[in-house]
C-alpha cells in the first residue's frame, strides 16, 4: 500500500505545522506484519544484552573499574537510542501511521542526537582509557582516578544534554519554507533543520554541534589507536601484543559499527552518490539499530570477565544435599 503525501509549495515563510510527515520505510509497506516482528525483536534482543551487561557491571565488585564504568555507560546509550526510535518506527509498522505531532517530533530528534552524541563521547572516553592503559600502564591508575572520570562523565552528559537543549526551541520558532516531510522513519534534525527558510540561523548552531561531536570524535579516537598501534610495534613478545590487541577488538569493533555507515552516507551525500533511498534507508537503521544488537554480544564474546560473570549469572545453582 502506498501512502500519497501532499504536494505543498508554500510561497513564503510559515511558522512550524502541527504534524509531520514521515516518509515511512521503501518496500516494507506492503508486508507489514513480518517487519513488525522483526523489529520488536531486535529490540528485545538489543535491551536484554545490554540489560545484562548494566547488570552485570552493577553486580560485580571486582568490574567497578574505569573499563567497565564506561561499558556501562555505553550500554546505557546503546538502550536509550534504540528506544528513542521506536515510537515512531512502531507507529509505522503496525499502524502505516506517516503523521506525527511536531511537538513529539521535536522530543524524539532531541533523545535520538542526545544519545547518539552519548554513545559517540563514551566510544571516545573508552579509547582514551585504552590508550592511557597501553601506553602508560605504570601512570594509568594515577591518569585515570575517580576524580577524572567524573569529570569525564560531566563532559559527556554537557555534550550530550546542555549543546542538545537548544535545538527542538529553535527548530519550533524557525520559519519553514518547505512542506514538513521528512525522508526517514524518525525524526532527526538534518532532516527538519533542511525545511527551514535558508535566512534561518538555527540550522548553523544545529550543524555545529552534530560536527563537534560526530566528525571530531572519530579523529580522535584513530589517532588514539593509531599511538596504541605505535606502542605494540616496539613490544617484542608476540603474546604481549597480542593480549592488548584483545583488549582493544571489542572496542575497535564497536567504533567501526558505529560510524561506518555514518560515514558512507556523509560520503555518498557529499560525492552525490546515486544510491537509491532504500540504501539511504538501510544504512541509516544500521548506524542506529545494530550497535544496541551487536555490542553486547561483541564485549561478551572479547572480554573474558564480561562472558565468565554473565554465564556464572545465568548459569543455574545447584540446590540440594551432596555426598
Given amino acids: 500500500m502506498t501512502t500519497l503525501l501532499p504536494q505543498v509549495i508554500p510561497n513564503s515563510s510559515t511558522p512550524m505545522a502541527p504534524t509531520f510527515l514521515l516518509m515511512g520505510i521503501p518496500g516494507l509497506s506492503a508486508a507489514p506484519s513480518w517487519w513488525t516482528i522483526a523489529l520488536i525483536t531486535v529490540y528485545l534482543l538489543s535491551a536484554l544484552g545490554n ?20 561499558l556501562f555507560l555505553l550500554s546505557v546509550s ?13 507507529g509505522l509498522a503496525l499502524a502505516d501511521a506517516h503523521t506525527v505531532p511536531a511537538s513529539a517530533c521535536l522530543l524524539q530528534m532531541f ?7 552519548m554513545e ?14 597501553i601506553c602508560r600502564p605504570l601512570h594509568y591508575p594515577a591518569l585515570l582516578t575517580s576524580a577524572t572520570i567524573q569529570k569525564i562523565c560531566m563532559a559527556i552528559a554537557f555534550r550530550s544534554l546542555g549543546l542538545h537543549l537548544p535545538l527542538p526551541f529553535l527548530l519550533a520558532h524557525m520559519p519553514y519554507c518547505r512542506p514538513q516531510i521528512l525522508t526517514h522513519s524518525y525524526c532527526l534534525h538534518p532532516d527538519m533543520a533542511r525545511l527551514a527558510c535558508s535566512g534561518a540561523w538555527g540550522p548553523v548552531y544545529s550543524l555545529a554541534v552534530v560536527l563537534s561531536a560526530m566528525a571530531l570524535d572519530p579523529l580522535l579516537i584513530f589517532f588514539s589507536y593509531g599511538l596504541i598501534g605505535r606502542v605494540l610495534q616496539g613490544v617484542g613478545c608476540s603474546e604481549a601484543r597480542w593480549k592488548a590487541g584483545q583488549t582493544c577488538a571489542a572496542h575497535l569493533s564497536a567504533v567501526l559499527l558505529f560510524y561506518t555507515p555514518m560515514i558512507l552516507l556523509a560520503l555518498i551525500n557529499r560525492l552525490k552518490l546515486p544510491l537509491p533511498q532504500p540504501g539511504h534507508t538501510l544504512l541509516s537503521y ?5 550497535p544496541p544488537l551487536i555490542n553486547p554480544v561483541l564485549y561478551s564474546v572479547k572480554m573474558k570477565e564480561i562472558r565468565e560473570r554473565i554465564l556464572k549469572r545465568f548459569q543455574p545453582k545447584n540446590v540440594g544435599c551432596t555426598q
Avoid at 546503546?78 to 512502531?90: K, N, R, V
Fill in 286 to 290: 544500521i548506524h542506529f539499530l545494530l
Fill in 111 to 117: 533523545f535520538i542526537h542526545v544519545f547518539s552524541v
Fill in 120 to 133: 559517540s563521547s563514551v566510544l571516545l572516553a573508552m579509547a582514551l582509557d585504552r590508550a592511557l592503559a
Fill in 51 to 70: 540489560g545484562a551487561i548494566l547488570g552485570v557491571i552493577a553486580l560485580e565488585p571486582t568490574l567497578h573499574r574505569p573499563m567497565y564504568f564506561f
Fill in 78 to 90: 546503546d538502550i536509550g537510542l534504540a528506544t528513542s526510535l521506536m515510537p515512531t518506527l512502531l
